[in-house]
Nanobody, 126 residues
């Protein structure tokens, strides 16, 4: 049974940095593309960034390009998201998920395996 556990969130001032981690259990981690999603209060869950199984390619939501970096360590079954120059609009609960396919419409929620973790809350103060 697949399980994901996100960590690394917290309260940070505008312009600050955080690195999120996600450990995946019960999945052949190195077989799948992975992604970070986020959900702000009152808003729908949205894709933030994704990475191919071998790290050969990545995608980023336009609003985080140049500020966020996704990476993975297949030996540790762990996904990372380094976030810098954080803005108040980045405030959300962040989730990781394995993807059924990588590429076009990677961020469609139907493209994720149904094993959402509790997420990790990122709060950016102005």
């Amino acid at each position: 049974q697949q399980e994901v556990v996100e960590s690394g969130g917290g309260l940070v001032q505008t312009g600050g940095s955080l690195t999120l981690s996600c450990v995946v259990y019960g999945l052949a981690f190195d077989h799948y593309a992975m992604a970070w999603f986020r959900q702000a209060p009152g808003k729908e869950r949205e894709g933030v960034s994704s990475i191919m199984w071998n790290s050969a390619s990545t995608y980023y939501k336009d609003s985080v390009k140049g500020r966020f970096t996704i990476s993975r360590d297949n030996a540790k079954d762990t996904l990372y998201l380094h976030m810098s120059n954080l803005k108040p609009e980045d405030t959300a609960t962040y989730y990781c998920a394995a993807l059924k396919r990588f590429g076009y419409m990677w961020d469609d929620l139907d493209n994720t395996f149904p094993a959402w973790g509790p997420g990790t809350l990122v709060t950016v103060s102005s």
